[in-house]
C-alpha cells in the first residue's frame, strides 16, 4: 500500500493521529521536500541536503525525496509498494500539487493500492484572511523572474477571474534544491540556496507585467492579501494595494497572495479591514473601485 499523508501547514505537530500512526507503522516513509516546506527549524524535522534522517517527533527514518527522486525515480519509492506499505508525506494536503496525482497514477500502472489521508491546505486555509472560499477563482503560481525570463502568463487566468469578479490565491515561487544552469550544463551536483518569494516580490512582478499589459487588472491601486506562514503561531496578515504590499515585509517564509475580485462581499471588507496596512487608503480604493457594500 502505497500512503499519501498530508502533514498541514505549520510543524511537524500538525499531522493527524491517523497520518502518524500510519508513519510509526509503515516500512519506509519519504517526505516531499521542493513543492512545499514545514515552518520548522530543520534541525527538528530535516536537512535537504542529507538523504536518510532520524526525526525525533515522528519516530524514525525518514527518507527524503527531492524534486528529482520524485518525478523521475518515482518507482525507487514505489519498489516493494505492493507487499509492503510506504508512507509518502506532503506538506499541507496530499494533492495540492500534480507531482502527487502523477505518483498515484504509477502506482495504478504498477497495481499498487493507494490511500490518502489529508490535511490541511493554503487553499482551505487561506479562509483565515476572512476571504470566502467559494468566491475564489483559478489558483495561479508566480515564479521568479530572471534576467531574461519574466513570464507572463499568470495575467491571463488573473484576468478570466477578474472578469467574474471572483478572487485569486497567487502561490508563490519556492527554490529548493536547485541548481544554476552552468552547474546544470557542467554536470556539478551543486546546489544554489533556498529561495522563498515574499509577497512583496510577487506584488512588484505583477506591477511589472501590469505595466506591460495595461489592462488594469493588477495595478497599482488594486486590493490584494498578503499572508505568511498561515496555521502557524506567528503567522502574518496583511491587506492594502499591490503598491503598499510591494514595499511590505511579512517576514519569513512561506508567503502567498490574494488578489481582490470585484464581487468581495461586505462582510469580507469588514474582515480584512482590520488587516489593513493603512485604513483610509483601504476604505478609499474600496468605495471608488469595489463598489463600497452591496
Known sequence: MLYLIGLGLADETDVSVKGLELIRKVERVYLEAYTSILLVDTAKLVDIHIAHIQESYYGRPIIVADRELVE?????????????DVAFL????PFGATTHTDLVLR???????????HNASIVSAVGATGLQL???GQTVSMVFFTDNWRPASFYDRLKE???IGLHTLVLLDIKVKEQSLENLARGRAIYDPPRFMTVAQCATQMLEIEEQRKEGICGPWTLAVGVARIGAMDQRIAAGTL???SETDLGPPLHSLVLLGKRAHYLEKDFIRDFAIDEGTFDGVWSEYYGGEH
Open 243 to 245: 503598491k503598499q504590499l
Open 161 to 163: 477571474n477578474h472578469q
Open 72 to 84: 523521475s525515480a518515482s518507482d525507487e519509492i514505489l519498489a516493494g509498494a505492493d507487499m509492503a
Open 90 to 93: 506532503v506538506v499541507g494536503d
Open 134 to 136: 467559494y468566491n475564489f
Open 107 to 117: 502506482a495504478r500502472e504498477l497495481k499498487i493500492p493507494v490511500r490518502s489521508v
